[in-house]
């Protein structure tokens, strides 16, 4: 039982560059959730899914594409990257608690 | 409109001494309020919750927290503190089960000195 994965762990874009997250649960949830992270921003949800082929905005979708084609998979997309989106990215699932199951994170840097 | 507010970005306590991380929150409904825990390097852990019941709601690793609907507030706890305490600490509150949706605060970083 993995949880959360996320690939790639770590990634250098330069503007204008795409590239697509992955994330996957092996827990059969339902509800998968993307984050960004920045320094003194705490964590800022981006967009989620509430099942297989639903998803729908966070607080800071702009620049962002997602998809969730399968149950277990979660894609976080960036058409055009910019230097803002120079983040951490996590990726989480809701449990049957309420709580979230977090991934270990994706590092990004767009020069 | 949910918040919340964690009004201190650091809190330094020595190893043995009782530890709280605040925090307040704004939410209409229900609040079901949440704290993790981010070591260097890594996602999200779940320490505890509060959904409903008791107001006082123990977590992993000896915390706890004590929810407080006059004042808004869900402060962490921990009555003797160890050094692998160390970490960062987030706050956060959904509307009732909305989707699950959840709104961090800006989190407070625990450093705990032997």
């Known amino acids: 039982n993995a949880g959360v994965t996320q690939t790639p762990k770590f990634r250098v874009l330069k503007t204008g560059q795409s590239m697509t997250l992955l994330c996957a649960q092996d827990m059969n949830h339902e509800y998968m959730y993307w984050y960004r992270q920045d320094p003194g921003m705490g964590l800022r949800l981006i967009h989620y899914?509430?099942?297989?082929?639903?998803?729908a905005k966070g607080e800071v979708p702009d620049g962002y594409n997602v998809s969730r084609l399968k149950k277990q998979n979660f894609l976080l997309g960036l058409e055009s990257a910019a230097p803002s989106q120079t983040s951490v990215y996590f990726c989480?699932?809701?449990?049957?608690?309420?709580?979230?199951?977090f991934g270990p994170g994706t590092r990004l840097t767009v020069t | 409109a949910q918040s919340v507010a964690q009004p201190e970005d650091q809190v330094n306590v020595a190893e043995g001494n009782p530890l709280t991380v605040k925090c307040t929150y704004s939410?209409?409904?229900?609040?079901?309020l949440f704290w993790y825990v981010q070591y260097p390097n890594r996602g999200l852990q779940f320490l505890l919750k509060?959904?409903?019941?008791?107001?006082l709601v123990k977590g992993s690793y000896g915390f706890e927290a004590e929810f407080n609907k006059s004042q808004t507030s869900f402060h962490l706890k921990k009555p003797s503190a160890l050094v692998s305490d160390s970490a960062l600490y987030f706050c956060?509150?959904?509307?009732?089960?909305?989707?699950?949706?959840?709104?961090f605060g800006r989190g407070t970083q625990l450093t705990v000195w032997p």
């Open positions: 509060y959904i409903t019941g008791d107001n």
């Open positions: 899914s509430v099942g297989e082929g639903t998803t």
């Open positions: 939410v209409s409904g229900n609040p079901y």
């Open positions: 956060a509150v959904s509307r009732g089960s909305t989707l699950g949706r959840l709104y």
């Open positions: 989480a699932s809701l449990g049957g608690s309420y709580e979230q199951y």
